[in-house]
């Protein structure tokens, strides 16, 4: 029997009335979870998200070395340019729109509050045969 029941990813921030609201629309969830310091989200495929209260928090500089990364969220999508419409209407900004090499779309954005996050393109599965 494990432990560990379920888990939530907390990302640091000044304003998590603020930041949730964006998630959770990107998401398209909704708030489960809000106290002074903490809201959490469940987007509608039952991630969840949580933002807590730290005035001193400070922007990830991604892709500078200084206070670089800190957390990375990967969504996986369907449809790049429709995801991008979205996390900008919502007030993302893309930070990597280059193509990369490899199998797999991908683009970077922050969130925000500055946190990165990247939205991938989802691997098409064919059906098996025979």
Request: charged share 25%; proline share 8%; aromatic share 6%.
């Amino acid at each position: 029997m494990a432990v560990v029941k379920a888990g939530v990813v907390v990302l640091d921030c000044a304003e998590p009335e603020k930041l949730s609201a964006f998630y959770e629309q990107l998401l398209e969830g909704e708030q489960t979870e809000a106290s002074a310091n903490l809201v959490e989200v469940r987007g509608a495929d039952g991630l969840r998200l949580a933002f807590r209260r730290d005035l001193n928090a400070t922007s990830p500089s991604w892709p500078r070395p200084e206070n670089s990364l800190q957390a990375h969220l990967v969504f996986y999508v369907e449809d790049m340019d429709e995801a991008e419409r979205r996390v900008v209407g919502l007030g993302g900004r893309p930070v990597e729109t280059k193509d990369p090499a490899g199998p797999y779309e991908e683009r970077g954005y922050a969130d925000p509050a500055g946190h990165s996050f990247t939205m991938r393109l989802m691997p098409i599965t064919a059906p098996k045969q025979g």
